[in-house]
């Protein structure tokens, strides 16, 4: 009896034990980190400078595999149809540029055709999640598909900060929308003319890490093969110029001023300006305008715009 008494009491402690190891097996484990375009938080001397529109973004998850590999999932957003994008993880430079001239295959690179909205693709890496998450202290870059590729001229990375960690998210970002000119500045200055009254727009001003900013306007619903002049004006006391208009008519330069050609449906373009994101969105006064591309362009007849409005301030 004392023997059967010993036997059981040795199968619970086995029991037990078992069950006890059986909890401590895989851990699944899942984070997410997202990055916007390069604004110079890694290189404060080279934001993005190039032709892609600004509102590209990109979604990096890992999920944790139970034979100690991990799944990347790299999701671009904003992506242009057709373009190829080399995505990559590259080791930290001890010399020179951030990063090394080759990518660090044994984590991420990938090339990833755009379809004009959000594309994903997958990955796994042979690093363990906690080595990449905890250990890892490379880059992601995202090149800029316009451009050659280069490692060396950073302002070509259209996404650039450290690999599986929080980006930096101190610099400012807004985004201004613009609706056809029906008379919101003046009811006088409303448009006359054949175009479209579906053109919209939106101006993006995005704090640059040196202090400048960069400048990102996009048209949409543009008549495709058609140029739209696109200007920030002074504003100016009407009493003060030659033809009594409420701005200077010589558009301003410094802080955008561009010929952007219609493609039928979104069109863009960016300029980088050395005026503060303080000072375009608080003290700066001037006027948004797209002149229309079907009239001999007009600086003293606001009724040839099709989009006017304050620059850089948010409609009331």
Do not use: W
Request: aromatic share 10%; glycine share 8%; net charge negative.
């Amino acid at each position: 009896m004392k023997n059967l008494s010993i036997y059981l009491i040795t199968l619970i402690v086995l029991f037990i034990g078992q069950s006890c190891d059986d909890g401590v097996g895989f851990v699944e484990k899942k984070t997410t980190f997202t990055y916007s375009i390069n604004d110079g938080e890694v290189v404060t001397s080279a934001p993005y400078d190039g032709d892609h529109p600004s509102n590209f973004s990109a979604i990096m998850g890992l999920i944790k595999n139970e034979d100690g590999t991990t799944e990347i999932i790299v999701t671009l957003r904003n992506t242009i149809e057709d373009a190829v994008y080399e995505v990559r993880a590259y080791e930290a430079s001890s010399s020179g540029g951030p990063y090394a001239d080759s990518p660090n295959n044994k984590v991420f690179s990938a090339s990833i055709v755009g379809n004009g909205h959000s594309v994903s693709h997958s990955e796994i890496a042979s690093l363990t999640y906690e080595e990449l998450v905890d250990e890892e202290s490379g880059f992601f870059v995202v090149h800029d598909p316009f451009q050659d590729l280069s490692t060396t001229d950073i302002s070509t990375n259209l996404i650039l900060g450290p690999f599986a960690k929080e980006p930096n998210r101190d610099l400012m970002g807004t985004v201004f929308d613009y609706t056809f000119n029906v008379g919101q500045v003046d009811t006088s200055f409303a448009y006359t003319g054949d175009h479209s009254a579906s053109i919209t727009a939106e101006v993006q001003i995005d704090e640059l890490a040196a202090g400048n900013s960069r400048i990102s306007v996009r048209l949409f619903n543009t008549i495709d093969g058609e140029m739209y002049p696109t200007h920030v004006h002074d504003k100016a006391d009407a009493a003060s110029t030659p033809n009594g208009t409420p701005y200077l008519e010589e558009p301003n330069a410094n802080v955008f001023a561009a010929m952007i050609l219609g493609n039928g449906e979104m069109a863009s373009y960016s300029q980088i300006s050395n005026l503060s994101y303080e000072n375009l969105t608080t003290i700066y006064n001037g006027f948004f305008v797209v002149h229309d591309p079907l009239q001999d362009l007009s600086t003293t007849d606001p009724t040839s715009f099709i989009l006017l409005g304050d620059f850089a301030r948010m409609s009331m």
